[in-house]
């Protein structure tokens, strides 16, 4: 994030007014358009207030931008003189096309994280710095010869990798398929996409847990796909609400998260999980199976997934290396049926022409290696070091305050609040305490949930940051 350079012979006033001319030039904020407020750009660029107004008073004398009084202040219509000059409609641009943005939430805490690195980060699902293989990486990519050829690979993959995730799927999911029943993803979320881009339509209707990591993605509602919801207890989805659904909706799909379910941590139970299959098998109903947690299985016996009991063939299984070693690879996988994976193939061709060779080449070795059972032991142990933690600091800041289960896999602890108080303002509360979460309603959950991510944080932060959020939530009650 820019900032003003205290050390330059050029006063900051002065630097803020070319900076935010650039910016201007360059489109990103068109003409009419309003510029942020006076108090929010001194909080951004870390300056007092006066230093905007003298930086604002530099561009309205050039005529760049204009203030009327109660309607903040605007780019100028005429910025470069007298003579108009017309520039897109930006603004309409990007109110239109057919992909929605994040929501509002998930931009609020993109925003914060950005401009205060500070922030103990409960938020973003991923592993932290100290639980990614990045020694055992590092010494792979040191000793092995990589290719020479940067073409264009092949469009379902990396051959080595799509032959070194056949073992490694028979061995760790008990999954028995074939090189080329596999398509390499860049992670879960482009798997999800080509679904619902490539095999559903506009208006068709599927079926997603409720609450789910699905409704925090605006792709379903950019495919134009009806989304219903199936209620997850303490034993995953009832099966029989997926037959009502059908007989009601006529569903095309079911996307589930069965192992230590995103955001709940739920394990579907053994007898959920044969009469999920008996009733795709019944109604020759797809069903996603989104599988990224399985291996952090705390004790190191990961729930098998739909897919290795699947003997008709209905289960489309989508994994990922984001949850179990590093998600700046971006190296994912879907397990599906020939005919699925060619037509997914070609059309991810059609955006990319392929993903990166160099990631596929570092994720195939290291599956290959000595080294990755050793680093999903210790991934393990340190996930459960940081969960006992989070539980400890919860219990002493908040008490009977806030109900939860304890996970026994994944990254996250699903809350429910026991004081009602608005998400919106317990979030702002919470980032100026120094800490930052997601609210339950961006999983399509009844208000009053939070989800902590507990993977992310470092551990001498976690302690630090449930005070903070306490300070907040009781700052409202």
Same mark, same amino acid.
């Given at each position: 994030m820019w900032r003003p350079d205290r050390q330059s012979k050029q006063t900051l006033y002065e630097q803020i007014a070319d900076h935010l001319e650039q910016r201007i030039s360059y489109g990103e904020f068109p003409p009419g358009s309003l510029l942020p407020s006076e108090r929010k750009l001194a909080e951004q660029f870390g300056v007092n207030r006066s230093t905007i107004i003298m930086a604002f008073g530099e561009l309205r004398a050039m005529g760049i931008i204009e203030s009327r009084s109660g309607s903040g202040t605007r780019v100028s219509r005429t910025k470069w003189g007298a003579t108009p000059k017309h520039t897109p409609n930006w603004n309409r641009y990007v109110e239109g096309g057919s992909f929605l943005p994040n929501l509002p939430f998930m931009r609020k805490i993109r925003e914060a994280l950005n401009q205060q690195p500070s922030l103990i980060d409960f938020a973003s699902g991923e592993l932290s710095a100290d639980l990614a293989p990045i020694e055992e990486i590092t010494a792979l990519m040191n000793g092995h010869q990589y290719t020479s050829y940067l073409g264009y690979d092949h469009p379902q993959g990396y051959v080595p990798l799509r032959q070194a995730l056949v073992p490694y799927l028979s061995k760790y999911r008990s999954i028995e398929t074939g090189e080329s029943s596999i398509l390499i993803t860049s992670g879960s979320q482009q798997s999800l996409y080509l679904i619902t881009q490539c095999l559903l339509s506009p208006g068709d209707a599927v079926a997603i847990e409720d609450p789910s990591y699905c409704y925090s993605l605006p792709m379903f509602q950019s495919a134009g796909l009806r989304l219903f919801r199936l209620p997850v207890d303490r034993c995953g989805v009832n099966p029989e609400e997926i037959r009502l659904l059908h007989k009601k909706h006529r569903i095309k799909m079911v996307f589930l998260n069965p192992n230590f379910q995103n955001p709940t941590g739920t394990v579907t139970s053994a007898e959920r999980r044969k009469q999920l299959l008996d009733v795709a098998s019944e109604l020759g109903l797809p069903i996603v199976e989104d599988d990224p947690f399985s291996l952090t299985a705390y004790n190191g016996e990961a729930p098998l997934p739909l897919k290795a009991a699947d003997v008709n063939g209905s289960v489309l299984h989508i994994g990922s290396f984001s949850k179990i070693a590093a998600s700046g690879l971006r190296v994912g996988w879907m397990v599906a049926p020939h005919a699925i994976v060619e037509r997914l193939a070609d059309a991810r061709q059609q955006m990319d022409f392929g993903l990166s060779v160099i990631p596929q080449q570092v994720a195939a070795q290291f599956l290959k290696s000595p080294q990755f059972e050793p680093h999903l032991n210790r991934l393990r142990m340190q996930l459960i070091f940081k969960r006992d933690l989070l539980i400890e600091a919860l219990q002493k +800041? /908040?008490? @009977?305050?806030? /109900?939860?289960?304890? $996970?026994?896999?994944? &990254?996250? &602890?699903?809350? *429910?609040?026991? $004081? @009602?108080? $608005? +998400?919106? *303002? /317990?979030l702002d509360e919470a980032i100026r305490n120094g800490v930052v979460f997601v609210p339950g309603s961006v999983y399509g959950s009844d208000a009053g949930y939070v989800r902590f991510t507990f993977a992310r944080a470092k551990a001498d932060e976690i302690r630090r940051g449930i005070a903070g959020f306490a300070k907040a939530l009781r700052g409202l009650m």
């Open positions: +800041e /908040l008490g @009977d305050l806030v /109900l939860y289960t304890v $996970p026994e896999g994944g &990254l996250h &602890l699903w809350c *429910k609040l026991v $004081p @009602d108080v $608005p +998400e919106a *303002k /317990l």
